[in-house]
C-alpha cells in the first residue's frame, strides 16, 4: 500500500485540523449497534453464538448490523470512523451522513468477515490452499474484492493466515493449514487479489491479515485459549505469513485474541510496535478483534476498560473494533498524560491513509448500477466457483481403482447434508443469496446422475431407521454418503474434543455395509477428522470440504470422472483426535517413532497421521525420478523429473522440501520450501527446476536472531511431504 506524495499530504493537512474528538472517532469501529434492537449486550450476543442461540451467521447478521441506526448522532458528531454493514442501501444512508453532515466529511471504511467469497461462495480457505494454486488464490480473492465493492464493503477482515497443526480448533477451516510456506504463498497472493488489482474503486479493497499472531496455537484446540512457545518458534512458524503478506502490501492487520507467553496480544508492544512497525516497517493500521480490548481486563492484564484502552493504543494498537473504549475513556487518559498525542496522530494518520488509498474521498457512494451490478452472478463468477472447488477436491481413498464411476451406475445417494445447500458454504460465509447455492443432491440430479435419495442421518439427526431400510434393499449399485460436519461445528467458537465423524454418521456407515455394495464416503467438513475406521472399512473417501457454489457439480464431475482430483491436504489429518497437535514438520527427537516400545509414540495411535500434509490421490498415477541438486554461491539448484505413468491426463502438485540435519537448534524433519503444480498428458514426463535460495534455509533462533549454518542438508521432491526423493548435500552459507 504505496501512496503518492499528494495522497500523503491530504492526510497530513486533514490530521492538522482534527480535534481530539474527530481523531479518536476515526479509531472506533462501530459494529454491534444492531444489538442495540435485540437489548443484548455484546458479550450476551457472544454466549449466544456460543451457546448456539443464534448461528454463525446469524451473529454476523448481528455483527452487521443491517437494519438499525449506528449512533446516527455519533457519526454526525464524527465520532465513528468505521462500520460493518452488509447492505449498501443502508452503506449509502451511513456514508452520506459521514460525509456530507460532518465538520470535515472524512468517509467512513467498510469492513467485513468476506473470508471465501462475498456473493461468489468459493472454497472455504483450508480446501483452497489444497490447490497448491497461487493464481487461483488470488484471482477468487480479486472476484471476492469487486463483488464486495458493488456493496459497499471496501475492507475485508481477510485473509486468515493463521498456521494451525491442531484440528481440534475450529478456526483451521479459515486458513490456509499447518505450513508456513503454503501459508505464506497465500497470503502473498490474497493481499495481491485483494489489494493490486486497481483499475477503478470498484475493483480493489483493503485486506486486513488476521489474527496476529500464533492465535493458530491455543493450547489443547480450545478457541480463544492462551498460546505459549519460544521465540524460535514463533518466528519460524506464525510470523512468516504474516511477514509475506506485509511485504505484499497488506493495508491493515487485525490483532487476536489470544495472549502470547503471557500477553494479550491486543496489548502486546512486541508484536504490535517492535515487531509489526518497527522491525516489518508496516504503514498500514491495526484494529483489534472484537471486543477484544474490554476482554482485555477479562484476561487478567487491565484493571478496567480505561486502563485496557490505555496498554492497546500504546502498544501499537490503531482501531478499537466494538467496545468505543477509544472514543469514551481515551479523552481523560491524554488529559492525564498517559497517552500521548503523537501516539494519537499516528493511529489516525495510518487509518486515513487506508482510506485515501481507497479512493473513498473521491468515491464514498455506491450507485444504483454498482449495487445491482451482481444481482445475477455473471457466468464468469460461477465458473470460477467451479475451478476453484474441482482444484480443491482431494481423493483420499480409492480402493481397487472404483472410482471413478461409470456414468451408468446406479448410486444411493444418502446423507442429511447432501440436500442442504446452505451446508455447502462452511464457516463465514454471510453475504451470498441462498438462490445460488445448489445442493449435492440437486446437482447430482442435474448432471444426470442415475440415483435415488434417502437423507438416513445427519452431524446433528438421528437415524432414520426407514430411510435406511429402503437403502438397504433398493436396487442400486453403490451407496454415496455425504457425511461430515454441520458447518456450524467449525469456525469460530467451534472447537471440537473428539473430531471422528459427528453424531450417528458412522453406525449409519457400519450399517450400510451391511448390504454388500460398494460405500463411498464424500466428506463435508471444515477441518481434518480422525477417519482411521473409515479409512479401514470405506471403498472410497472423497474430501469434499465446504466448496462453495461450484461443490456439487465439482464433485459430480470428479465420482464421474469428468475431473481427475488434484487437490493435496493442507493440513494433516490424524489417526485419532488424541494425535492433535499433528504435522508434517516435527523435530525427530531422540528417539523418533519406531517399533521398539521405548520410542515417541502412542501405544493406541503410533506415531504416524493418517493422512500426512501434501497428500492426495489422483485417477492416475505418477512417479518421481532424477533428483538432482547442485550447489551455487548463493543458491541450491534442485532439478527432479515427474511422470504421468497412468492412463489418464491429471495434475499433480510436486513439492520440494528440506531438512536441516544438524543445527543449534533442532529442526524439523521436514520443512516445505516450494511447490510447483503441473498438468501432465498420460505417459508425459516433465523436468522441474527448483531454486532453493541459501537466504531462505535458516532458522530463528530463541533471540530471534536469524541463522544460517554451514552443514549437511537433505533435500525431498515428492507428491506428498511422506512421499519423496532425498538427496543429501553438504551446504556453505
Ligand atoms: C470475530 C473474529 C474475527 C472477525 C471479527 C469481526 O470475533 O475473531 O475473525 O473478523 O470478529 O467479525
Request: charged share 25%.
Amino acid at each position: 500500500m504505496n501512496l503518492t506524495t499528494e495522497q500523503k499530504e491530504k492526510v497530513e493537512t486533514l490530521l492538522s485540523q482534527m480535534t481530539l474528538t474527530e481523531k479518536l472517532g476515526q479509531m472506533n469501529q462501530v459494529s454491534v449497534s444492531i444489538v442495540g434492537s435485540f437489548d443484548v449486550s455484546f458479550e450476551e450476543l457472544i454466549e449466544m453464538l456460543t451457546d448456539g442461540r443464534i448461528s454463525q451467521e446469524e451473529f454476523g447478521k448481528l455483527m452487521a448490523g443491517a437494519r438499525k441506526d449506528y449512533h446516527k448522532d455519533d457519526i454526525r458528531a464524527g465520532k465513528v470512523g468505521a462500520l460493518m454493514v452488509d447492505d449498501p442501501v443502508e452503506y449509502n444512508r451511513l456514508q452520506k451522513i459521514a460525509v456530507e453532515e460532518t465538520r470535515l466529511g472524512i468517509p467512513i471504511i467498510n469492513g467485513r468477515d468476506i473470508i471465501h467469497g462475498c456473493l461468489s461462495i468459493f472454497p472455504i480457505a483450508i480446501a483452497e490452499a489444497g490447490s497448491f494454486d497461487p493464481e487461483l488464490f488470488e484471482e477468487t480473492a480479486a472476484m471476492a474484492a469487486r463483488e464486495a465493492r458493488s456493496q459497499g464493503i471496501s475492507w475485508f477482515y481477510s485473509p486468515m493466515v493463521d498456521v494451525a497443526r491442531d484440528a481440534r480448533w475450529g478456526r483451521v477451516s479459515e486458513g490456509p493449514g499447518e505450513d508456513p510456506c503454503l501459508a505464506s504463498v497465500f497470503a502473498s497472493a490474497k493481499i495481491r487479489g485483494l489489494q493490486d488489482h486497481r483499475e477503478s474503486t470498484e475493483t480493489y479493497v483493503a485486506a486486513c491479515m488476521k489474527h496476529f499472531a500464533a492465535y493458530g496455537a491455543v493450547e489443547g484446540g480450545r478457541d480463544y485459549n492462551t498460546t505459549n512457545m519460544s521465540l524460535s518458534r514463533l518466528y519460524n512458524v506464525y510470523l512468516p505469513p504474516f511477514k509475506a503478506g506485509i511485504e505484499a502490501g497488506a493495508a491493515s492487520i487485525m490483532a487476536s485474541f489470544n495472549d502470547l507467553n503471557g500477553v494479550p496480544n491486543t496489548v502486546n508492544p512486541f508484536l504490535l510496535r517492535n515487531i509489526l512497525k518497527d522491525d516489518w516497517k508496516f504503514p498500514g493500521f491495526v484494529v483489534s478483534d472484537a471486543n477484544a480490548i474490554r476482554e482485555c481486563v477479562s484476561h487478567g492484564i487491565a484493571r478496567d476498560e480505561t486502563d485496557a484502552g490505555v496498554q492497546a493504543v500504546n502498544a501499537g494498537m490503531d482501531m478499537d473494533m466494538g467496545t468505543e473504549i477509544f472514543n469514551k475513556d481515551l479523552p481523560a487518559a491524554i488529559e492525564k498524560g498517559l497517552v500521548s498525542m503523537d501516539t494519537i496522530d499516528e493511529a489516525v494518520r495510518r487509518i486515513l491513509s487506508v482510506k485515501v488509498w481507497l479512493g473513498l474521498f473521491e468515491h464514498p457512494y455506491l450507485t444504483d448500477g454498482e449495487i445491482h451490478r451482481y444481482d445475477v452472478l455473471p457466468e464468469e463468477h460461477r465458473a470460477l466457483c467451479l475451478r476453484a472447488a474441482q482444484e480443491s477436491i482431494v481423493l483420499l481413498r480409492n480402493k481397487d481403482h472404483l472410482l471413478p464411476l461409470s456414468k451408468k451406475t446406479r448410486i444411493s445417494l444418502v446423507g442429511a447434508l447432501a440436500a442442504d445447500a446452505d451446508e455447502t458454504t462452511g464457516a463465514w460465509a454471510i453475504s451470498y443469496r441462498s438462490g445460488d447455492l445448489t445442493s449435492i443432491k440437486d446437482a447430482f440430479a442435474e448432471y444426470g446422475v442415475s440415483m435415488s435419495y434417502h437423507a438416513v442421518c445427519g452431524p446433528e439427526s438421528d437415524i432414520n431407521e426407514e430411510e435406511l431400510e429402503a437403502v438397504l434393499h433398493e436396487d442400486s449399485d453403490v451407496i454415496v454418503a455425504v457425511v461430515g460436519e454441520a458447518k456450524s461445528m467449525s469456525g469460530e467458537a467451534s472447537s471440537r474434543a473428539d473430531i471422528t465423524l459427528p453424531g450417528r454418521q458412522r453406525e449409519m456407515l457400519e450399517k450400510l455395509l451391511t448390504c454388500g455394495k460398494p460405500v463411498i464416503a464424500i466428506l463435508m467438513n471444515g477441518r481434518p477428522l480422525a477417519l482411521s475406521w473409515e479409512d479401514e472399512h470405506l471403498d472410497a473417501i472423497i474430501e469434499g470440504w465446504h466448496l462453495g457454489i461450484g461443490m456439487g457439480e465439482a464433485l459430480a464431475q470428479v465420482l464421474f470422472g469428468e475431473i481427475n482430483p488434484s487437490g493435496k491436504l493442507s493440513s494433516t489429518f490424524p489417526r485419532m483426535s488424541g494425535q492433535c497437535p499433528v504435522y508434517y514438520a516435527h523435530t525427530n527427537t531422540g528417539r523418533p517413532g519406531g517399533r521398539s516400545k521405548f520410542t515417541s509414540k502412542y501405544m493406541d495411535a503410533g506415531y504416524k497421521p493418517l493422512y500426512p500434509f501434501g497428500y492426495g490421490l489422483s485417477y492416475t498415477e505418477f512417479a518421481c525420478e532424477n533428483l538432482a541438486v547442485t550447489q551455487t554461491r548463493d543458491a541450491l539448484q534442485v532439478s527432479v523429473d515427474v511422470s504421468n505413468t497412468g492412463d489418464r491426463e491429471g495434475a499433480v502438485t510436486v513439492q520440494l522440501y528440506m531438512r536441516d540435519v544438524t543445527a543449534s537448534l533442532v529442526r524439523p524433519v521436514k520443512e516445505l520450501k516450494g511447490f510447483q503444480r503441473v498438468d501432465l498428458q498420460p505417459g508425459e514426463k516433465r523436468s522441474l527446476s527448483f531454486t532453493l535460495w541459501k537466504r531462505d534455509m535458516g532458522f530463528y533462533n530463541n533471540e530471534g536472531k536469524y541463522l544460517t549454518e554451514d552443514g549437511a542438508f537433505q533435500i525431498f521432491a515428492g507428491t506428498s511431504s511422506e512421499d519423496c526423493l532425498m538427496d543429501e548435500v553438504e551446504v556453505t552459507f
